[in-house]
Structure formats: structure tokens, C-alpha cells
């Protein structure tokens, strides 16, 4: 509005001036040289005014077209804004809706359980006890059972740096499904075919019986395994003689040598019937004459966990 306003007092205003520059012209046939020159410098005044009407009113236009393009990108906005308001709503009414459907739900549940008799509460209210002392008897058990574990890696890492300096090839430490397993192979331990404990090995047996006597709580089986080769020297019968002979071989070196107890040693033999590797070449069977030392898990204190729940 107030454009149009300004523009029209423009328009009058060149009006004018134009009138004013054809009545000068008009007079200028008659004037004399001076009131030419003043005529002369009234149109030139007059003829600037005009320049910069024109000026502006160009600038007016321009800022006219201006002000259009904003107005047209704020309705866009505004449009855009609306259309994310009402979705908004849209989504809130859906929620409301939800929760009003919830709450009859619940408040049908409620009406049902209202039915439930004291003998019920009761038994409904013991259930939820046992199940709370369900909960802390397996925390229990995680527990142990995490203890458990802890003490297998610690005497792992104990195992692995007493026998640091022997050949991995010989000596293999692990843990399987909760269990120690110490693998120590018959050409470290023994001579061919026999059951005799080398010198060399008594070291290695040494290192061995140290961290054993480290832990006495712990119980353990001597384990020998031969390969599939059928063996017999007159006394001894069969694979199954000459396994045994190495665990029990191992166990008098540990119980007499190192004066591990021998209330904590179990000694068995179990000949060729568990490899660890192909008997058809050489070296699965090297890999399969083994003795392997268990750390037998505490079963008896487990079971007594269980007596207590």
C-alpha cells in the first residue's frame, strides 16, 4: 500500500517537472540571455530531480519484486512447518489412543484378578519367593563358577611361565571347557618303549610339582596315551600295560621326588583309544604318546552348593 502511495506522488511529481521543462521551452523564444541562463539552470535542476525520480523509483520497483520472492519463501516455510506440525499431532493422537486401549486392558486385568482368592494370593506370593531365591542361588553358581574360572587362568599363567623355557612341542597347557589340561610328551618323559622317567624330565616334572604344591586343594589325574601301534616286551602285555606304567612311572617321580601328596593323584592308563592326532604318519603318532596331567575339577564342592539350596 504504501508503495503504490509512493509511486503515484512519483508519477505527479514527473508530471510536473515535464510541464515544467515544456513551458520553459516554450519561453525560452522570448526571454532575454539572462533569463535564459536562469531558465537554462532551473531545467538543468529540474532535469537532475527528474534522473533521480527515475532512480528511485527503479530502486522501489526493485525492492518490490524483492519483498514478493521473500513473501513467497515464508509461506513456503510456513507450509512446510504446518504439514510437520499436524504430523506431530497426528502421531500424538495415535499415542493417546494407545494408552487409553492400555489402560482398559489393564483395568480388565485388574477386575479379573480380583477374583483371586487369600489361598491363591498366597500361593501366587510364594511362587514369586522361590523365584527370588532361584535368582540368588544361580548368582551363586556364577559365582563359583567365575571363581572357578579365575583360579584355572591363574594356574595356567603359572604353569606357562615355570615351563617357559621348554619347547612348545613338548609341553602343551590348556583349558577345555573348564578343565586344565597339561600335555607333556613321551619323548620328553621317556625312552623308547620304556616306562622309566628320563633325568631330563624329572626337571620339567619339578617345575610341575612346585605349582602343584602351590594349590593343595587341587586334585589330579596322570593320564598316559600311547599311539596305535601294537606293543609287547614279555612283560609288559599290550598298549594298555605300557600306558598305565608311564602314568604310574610319573606319579611315584611326583609323589617320592617332589613330595606331592599322593591322596591327591589319580594314575590310569588309556592305551591308544583317545589320539589327538592320525596315527597313519609319524607325526601324529609322536603327537599321540602323551602323558597328560587333568586338574580335576571340585566336584564335592560343587555338590555341596547344591545341598545347600
Not at 16 to 27: D, G, H, K, P, R
Not at 84 to 100: E, F
Not at 280 to 307: C, H, M, S, W, Y
Request: positive net charge; hydrophobic residues 40%; contains cysteine.
Amino acid at each position: 500500500m504504501i508503495y503504490a502511495i509512493n509511486k503515484t506522488n512519483r508519477m505527479k511529481q514527473l508530471h510536473q517537472i515535464s510541464a515544467s521543462i515544456f513551458t520553459a521551452v516554450i519561453l525560452f523564444a522570448c526571454v532575454s540571455p539572462k533569463k535564459l541562463r536562469t531558465a537554462e539552470a532551473r531545467y538543468s535542476q529540474l532535469d537532475s530531480a527528474y534522473l533521480s525520480m527515475q532512480r528511485d523509483l527503479r530502486a522501489c520497483e526493485g525492492s518490490l519484486q524483492s519483498d514478493k520472492l521473500e513473501n513467497k519463501n515464508l509461506l513456503s516455510a510456513n507450509n512446510k512447518e504446518r504439514a510437520t506440525l499436524l504430523a506431530q499431532i497426528d502421531d500424538l493422537q495415535k499415542q493417546v489412543s494407545y494408552l487409553k486401549e492400555n489402560n482398559t486392558t489393564v483395568l480388565n486385568n485388574l477386575q479379573s484378578l480380583s477374583v483371586v482368592s487369600s489361598a491363591q494370593a498366597e500361593s501366587i506370593k510364594k511362587s514369586l519367593d522361590n523365584i527370588g531365591q532361584k535368582d540368588l542361588y544361580i548368582n551363586d553358581l556364577r559365582s563359583s563358577i567365575a571363581k572357578k574360572d579365575s583360579l584355572n587362568m591363574a594356574l595356567v599363567m603359572n604353569l606357562k611361565s615355570a615351563l617357559s623355557d621348554i619347547n612348545d612341542k613338548d609341553v602343551d597347557i590348556k583349558v577345555e571347557k573348564g578343565v586344565v589340561y597339561v600335555d607333556i610328551s613321551d619323548k620328553l618323559l621317556f625312552n623308547s618303549g620304556s616306562y622309566e622317567v628320563s633325568d631330563k624330565a624329572r626337571k620339567v616334572l619339578g617345575k610341575v610339582a612346585a605349582i602343584l604344591n602351590a594349590h593343595t586343594e587341587i586334585e589330579f589325574l596322570i593320564e598316559g596315551n600311547t599311539d596305535s601301534i601294537p606293543y609287547s616286551n614279555g612283560v609288559l602285555v599290550d598298549n594298555w600295560d605300557l600306558s598305565t606304567k608311564r602314568a604310574t612311572a610319573v606319579a611315584r617321580v611326583l609323589q617320592k621326588s617332589f613330595q606331592v601328596s599322593p591322596a591327591r593323584m589319580v594314575a590310569a592308563g588309556r592305551a591308544d583309544y583317545t589320539p589327538v592326532a592320525s596315527n597313519a604318519t609319524a607325526v601324529g603318532r609322536a603327537a599321540n604318546r602323551r602323558t597328560r596331567i587333568v586338574i580335576l575339577p571340585q566336584l564335592d564342592q560343587f555338590f555341596k552348593l547344591l545341598e545347600k539350596k
